[in-house]
């Protein structure tokens, strides 16, 4: 942890000769580096309390904010695939609200518009319409959030993954409870059957669930037992037990997107990550 640790803050002082303060890179599809790399920087400075690793991880933090779509002097929106993109992106979002999140955890300076602007395009984008007022909300189903899309003009597709990032940023960004319909609308539609974890290839999504498993932990109860068990046997299924694949998840299976491009590296850290949904964060409403 530590050499990797390293690694990441002297890349990001290699990197941002070219490619701006803060920022590991410019190009299509650097605001998903930009925000896993600050994550882990900021978790690495909260718990490790370097002063060099904290004054990376500030600058990796002003990076993400960098990055993020500007209206006007002080308006922010969410984030692209790219510094300088104007299509607000749930997925790319999602990783830059995680880092953001942690960086306050850590300590360190976030700019309030920032997260703002963030929520801007989760209201904008999820959709809540009929969702019921007060306590009814805990039995409604729905909340699906978009994929892409303009504050304000929320096109489809949908889809369960952003759906879960989206009641997720209402908890940890919103200030919103599990009883609220952006919340309680998408974990009543995650604990249907069939969107339940499951090792079918058709339906094996390590991406879907990372988002899932977090916001699932915090609703708790039942919602909370019926996903843990399937994700268990689903994870347990699925994890490669032979010679130099043993422990790690195989880059693709019936997923159509994601994380192919991530390789084996990348699926093993989304396996972890859901197995260590337990510790990671408390509940942060009891």
């Known amino acids: 942890v530590k050499r990797a640790t390293q690694w990441l803050c002297k890349s990001l002082e290699d990197n941002e000769k070219t490619a701006g303060e803060g920022r590991w890179c410019k190009n299509h599809g650097s605001n998903y580096t930009q925000g896993v790399a600050a994550l882990a920087l900021a978790e690495a400075a909260a718990m490790g309390r370097n002063p060099e690793v904290k004054k990376w991880a500030q600058k990796a933090t002003d990076g993400v904010t960098a990055g993020q779509i500007k209206i006007g002097n002080s308006e922010y929106h969410a ?161 490669r037990k032979d010679g130099d694949f043993d422990g790690s998840w195989n880059p693709y299976m019936g997923e159509p997107q994601g994380h192919i491009y991530g390789g084996r590296v990348m699926s093993t850290a989304l396996g972890a990550l859901n197995m260590e949904v337990y510790y990671r964060y408390m509940p942060i409403h009891k």
């Open 79 to 239: 984030w692209d695939y790219a510094p300088g993109g104007n299509t607000n992106d749930t997925s790319v979002t999602g990783w830059n609200v995680m880092a953001l999140k942690s960086a306050k955890i850590a300590g360190l300076h976030v700019d309030p518009a920032s997260l703002e602007g963030a929520m801007k395009w989760i209201n904008s984008g999820q959709d809540l319409r009929g969702a019921p007022k007060g306590g009814e909300a805990e039995y409604w189903e729905g909340g699906m959030m978009t994929y892409r899309g303009q504050v304000g003009q929320a096109p489809n597709p949908k889809n369960m993954a952003m759906t879960s990032a989206a009641a997720l940023k209402r908890l940890f960004v919103g200030g919103e409870r599990c009883s609220d319909p952006g919340v309680a609308g998408p974990c009543n539609l995650m604990k249907k059957k069939e969107n339940l974890p499951t090792a079918e290839q058709n339906r094996f999504n390590l991406y879907y669930w990372y988002y899932g498993t977090l916001v699932m932990f915090q609703k708790g109860g039942d919602h909370w037992k019926e996903w843990k068990e399937a994700m268990k046997v689903a994870l347990l299924q699925t994890q």
